[in-house]
């Protein structure tokens, strides 16, 4: 994979199970755990809606017999536009992913942006994001570590897939040895991204939980001029080819209407495909698992 001349990454291809990360209570994610599903809207819209999107969401994996765990943002801090919509912010974010908890009794995941909101966020959230254009940001992957929470770093579009070694080892030098790493494609041209599926097999050998994001991997940057677009269509391929590689987690961000959501839409998965999706995808999974 590297160009001539470079160097070769130091994990080998990963062909084992990957360590267990504790989430909470009985839910872990690699380390031969069950395949978990990491889903939610984009962005935290309403606790309404957020309570409705989990409460879905939450049924069907367990239909499907797959572990879950509801993901939202409480702010997109790198959206497009200036008038794009953000989100509730950390204050009450918090508050409507702890009402998804105290109901539904599902674990959450959301994003982080600044090493100021690491602790707060701890607070409440099971799992701490980091974004991908924030995958190199030291000071934040620190903070989030020193938390003691499990932290799911996405590769940033820019990176090759064997120096997310270096964000791992930022977490790991607080002392906390919950990490997960996600897929979500790599920057090819302009306003496009592909998805090399070695990436997979190279983050694996580093040893962590390999997540796979479908969903941010169909967006198209700036392809709507003030926003972002997305090939919403290609999900389920791109969820499966992961499926056959090998992962711990999916990651979709869906929606019950991706035509009027308020962040990433047009690469949202509609509501109605995800049991139909999760069902194929984990009998995929089985397979490669016998293997």
């Known amino acids: 994979?590297?160009?001539?001349?470079?160097?070769?990454?130091?994990?080998?291809?990963?062909?084992?199970?990957?360590?267990?990360?504790?989430?909470?209570?009985?839910?872990?994610?690699?380390?031969?755990?069950?395949?978990?599903?990491?889903?939610?809207?984009?962005?935290?819209?309403?606790?309404?809606?957020?309570?409705?999107?989990?409460?879905?969401?939450?049924?069907?994996?367990?239909?499907?017999?797959?572990?879950?765990?509801?993901?939202?943002?409480?702010?997109?801090?790198?959206?497009?536009?200036?008038?794009?919509?953000?989100?509730?912010?950390l204050k009450e974010g918090l508050r409507i992913l702890q009402a998804v908890k105290e109901n539904l009794g599902v674990p959450v995941l959301s994003d982080i942006h600044e090493p100021a909101q690491a602790e707060a966020a701890a607070e409440v959230i099971d799992i701490l994001q980091i974004p991908a254009f924030l995958c190199r940001q030291t000071d934040l992957l620190v903070a989030a570590g020193r938390t003691g929470r499990p932290v799911n770093i996405k590769k940033g579009q820019f990176l090759a897939p064997w120096d997310i070694r270096h964000g791992i080892d930022k977490v790991r030098s607080s002392g906390n040895e919950k990490v997960l790493v996600t897929e979500r494609g790599t920057t090819f041209g302009y306003q496009n991204l592909v998805v090399d599926y070695r990436s997979l097999v190279v983050m694996r050998g580093f040893g962590y939980p390999v997540v796979m994001d479908a969903t941010h991997a169909v967006q198209l940057p700036g392809g709507q001029g003030d926003r972002s677009g997305g090939e919403a269509a290609f999900i389920p391929c791109l969820a499966r080819a992961a499926a056959a590689v090998g992962i711990d987690a999916l990651f979709c961000e869906v929606h019950d209407d991706p035509a009027a959501a308020r962040s990433d839409g047009p690469n949202a998965l509609p509501l109605a495909a995800v049991e139909p999706l999760l069902r194929t995808v984990r009998a995929i999974d089985a397979l490669v698992r016998e293997g």
């Open 1 to 89: 994979m590297p160009a001539s001349g470079t160097v070769r990454p130091s994990a080998e291809p990963g062909r084992g199970r990957t360590r267990r990360v504790a989430i909470t209570g009985d839910l872990a994610i690699g380390g031969g755990s069950p395949l978990a599903f990491i889903a939610g809207p984009c962005v935290i819209e309403s606790e309404e809606h957020a309570l409705k999107m989990a409460a879905a969401l939450s049924e069907a994996a367990r239909r499907v017999g797959v572990p879950y765990i509801f993901k939202s943002s409480f702010d997109k801090a790198n959206r497009s536009s200036i008038a794009s919509f953000r989100g509730p912010g």
